[in-house]
């Protein structure tokens, strides 16, 4: 080995798997032809197109990770029916507002993490990411009522308190070097 830690052979090792997954379920068929040729593309990509090094700065809790993965299914199937809802509602269209939030989210990794999750519910979509100050801009599809935006902050809250939990629990935050080095 040349020094790098185990996590990051695991993590590729990882990618490798996903990708093989992906052009499985691309072809649509399982067959050992398949297979190969996904695991050919996969270590193509891997091995000759490599993303930058990310910092991973702290671990993660697997508990707290399903409860994160429970709630957002839960906001997705309400926050679905909701849309439509007012889709197919006699009412008039609801009032649409950029909101502002913050997220105390230490790693760029898990921002971007909670900015894609925000992104899935329905709803809302990010607009725009100050990475320095830490700060969301969501373009909110139902911000009429104060009730309304009351309960978008509650859902962003609830994601940052959830991925805190299932990744940057302070007892195991360690800053990268890279980070440290700025």
Known sequence: MTGRPIRVYALRAWVVCWLVLVWVLLWGDVSAANVVGGLVV?????LLLPL????????LHPISLLRLIVQVGYYLV??????AWMAISPRPPPRAAVLRAHLALKSDLVLALAVSTLNLIPGGIVLEIDQTR???????????TERAVQRFYHQVAEVERLMIAAFERE???QPSPEREAS
């Open 171 to 173: 007892a195991h935050w």
């Open 42 to 46: 996969a270590l193509v990509i891997v």
């Open 134 to 144: 830490r700060m969301i801009y969501v373009h909110v599809l139902d911000a009429g």
């Open 52 to 59: 930058p090094p990310v910092p991973i700065e702290g671990r």
């Open 78 to 83: 309400k926050s679905s029916l909701q849309v």
